[in-house]
């Protein structure tokens, strides 16, 4: 959160007056560019709104959660959960809070299906600012999320482990357990695939190299037999640009090794969120 101050009427290079209301939205900023979150917090804090930052949808579900922003802005395209998923599942958390889509072209497709998904109006980039600026003071001054009734993980929420490294396979079940997963592990990409035939996971952590199927080869295979499973890559810090490769090939996310465990298991109950949703 950023702390502000008020300062005097004028206007900013931006074309905004400085002269702020005693009460403002808290604005969330959703955005893989780095320099347009920059930006956004510079000039809306400038004109007295509390701005967060979230690189992706799901550092926003955890904000979302924990700070209850009045208001969303959020770019229609992002690694992990793209706009349009991240608005679905913020809007029952913050229903509300008023949502902005940023886009970087135009399609009356994509306007359509935004504003039925709750988005108050979708803007171009480059951003109008004094635009967005006008939109945000019309949300609320707070919202009250909706209490959460997630509980512990049950034995009916499947994860499936798929990688050729036994050590691995056992620290994460040992931890997957832990967290109230069922969880069942396969040594190689070939057992993986059948393991998704007929264990049925909800959610599956694939290894991007193994011996004979790779994951990205195991990856297309299973998002044509069962394209409701949501798959995790697992990769190798020499393995990123794979990973991020997987992504445009239907995969939820990715994480390098060692995970960290707290981010998976997030990185998990999004997943299992999106599966809910469809």
């Not at 995970?259 to 999004?270: C, H, K, Q, S, T």
């Amino acid at each position: 959160m950023y702390r502000l101050h008020r300062l005097r009427p004028s206007l900013g290079r931006h074309g905004l007056a400085d002269d702020k209301p005693a009460s403002v939205p808290r604005v969330l900023i959703v955005d893989d560019d780095e320099d347009l979150r920059e930006t956004a917090v510079a000039i809306l804090s400038r004109e007295g709104f509390e701005v967060l930052q979230a690189r992706d949808g799901c550092e926003a579900l955890s904000i979302a959660r924990t700070s209850a922003p009045s208001a969303v802005v959020l770019d229609i395209v992002m690694p992990r959960l793209g706009g349009l998923q991240t608005l679905s599942l913020l809007r029952a958390i913050i229903p509300g809070a008023l949502f902005v889509i940023l886009t970087g072209f135009f399609d009356a497709e994509l306007q359509r299906r935004a504003t039925a998904a709750g988005a108050r109006a979708v803007l171009l980039k480059p951003v109008a600012w004094p635009t967005l600026a006008g939109m945000l003071r019309g949300a609320p001054s707070r919202v009250t999320p909706v209490p959460s009734t997630r509980r512990a993980a049950t034995p009916t929420e499947r994860v499936l482990v798929v990688d050729d490294e036994v050590e691995f396979l056992t620290t994460m079940e040992e931890n997957l357990r832990e967290g109230g997963y069922q969880v069942y592990t396969a040594a190689d990409g070939d057992r993986g695939f059948r393991a998704v035939i007929e264990w049925a996971p909800d959610v599956v952590l694939l290894d991007i190299r193994m011996p004979g199927l790779s994951g990205l080869e195991a990856l297309q295979a299973i998002r044509s037999a069962a394209p409701g499973v949501k798959v995790i890559m697992i990769s190798g810090i020499g393995d990123e640009g794979d990973a991020k490769l997987a992504l445009g090939y239907g995969a939820f996310d990715y994480l390098v090794k060692p995970p960290d465990f707290a981010y998976l298991r997030r990185a998990i109950e999004v997943a299992l969120a999106m599966k809910r949703v469809e």
